[in-house]
């Protein structure tokens, strides 16, 4: 089955920095790759995703890249804002698997 | 629409009583997923539904977990004697199609705390 790490487990930024997550996966048919936030108490909501047919996804200050040959994928977050602390988790699958999930990274923007 | 609901948002109960927790699915999502969450930890795969059929299982971590699902609709988890350890929140997950690169919705889950 799948495996997908995230690193790393933790990431303090300064307001206004940017914030980079990395995650590898180790099947290479996996085709589909979210990412969902979650905040303290609440559930994981989907912020972005990305298909194996593009390299990269932009949402306003969210982007994802995908690299196929190197089996991995980022979240970029740009212009950090406090409300953007909270765990992210990344995930994987591949037709006909289930989702995979990250152990997630702890975001803290510092005022 | 609405959302994935589950119910109870909070249970507590005695160590060794049966739990059921609920899940409404959003209307016309074929895929259900219940996952366990223990405090300040990753998301734990526990059972996926396709329709009323229950494809993988692989995730329940023992006999005294069991779920089911009428139709396309309502799947209840159900954990009996349950122990301490079973502490955690349970969420529940539908999504359009089952394993097939659908993007999954969460319910807000059910805080679950044996005493």
């Known amino acids: 089955g799948e495996n997908v790490e995230q690193h790393p487990s933790t990431l303090s930024v300064q307001e206004g920095d940017s914030a980079v997550i990395k995650c590898t996966y180790s099947?290479?048919?996996?085709?589909?790759f979210p990412w969902y936030k979650q905040e303290l108490g609440k559930r994981p909501q989907l912020i972005i995703d990305i298909r194996s047919n593009v390299g990269e996804k932009k949402d306003q200050r969210i982007a994802v890249t995908l690299n196929k040959t190197a089996k991995h994928f980022s979240l970029h977050i740009t212009e950090t804002q406090p409300e953007d602390s909270a765990v992210y988790f990344c995930?994987?699958?591949?037709?006909?698997?289930?989702?995979?999930f990250g152990a997630g990274t702890t975001v803290t923007v510092r005022a | 629409g609405a959302g994935v609901s589950q119910s109870p948002s909070n249970k507590v109960t005695e160590k060794g009583k049966d739990v059921e927790l609920r899940c409404d699915p959003i209307s016309g999502h074929t895929a259900l997923y219940w996952y366990r969450q223990r405090l300040g930890q990753g998301l734990e795969f526990l059972i996926y539904?396709?329709?009323?059929?229950?494809?993988?299982k692989s995730g329940l971590p023992s006999d005294r977990f069991s779920a089911e699902r009428t139709g396309e609709s309502v799947s209840t988890l159900t954990i009996q004697r349950t122990q301490q350890e079973d502490s955690a929140v349970y969420l529940c997950?539908?999504?359009?199609?089952?394993?097939?690169?659908?993007?999954?919705?969460f319910g807000d889950g059910t805080r679950l705390s044996i005493l």
């Open positions: 539904f396709q329709g009323n059929s229950a494809p993988d």
């Open positions: 997950a539908s999504s359009l199609a089952g394993q097939n690169n659908q993007p999954q919705h």
């Open positions: 099947d290479s048919a996996s085709n589909y």
């Open positions: 995930a994987a699958t591949s037709p006909g698997d289930k989702l995979s």
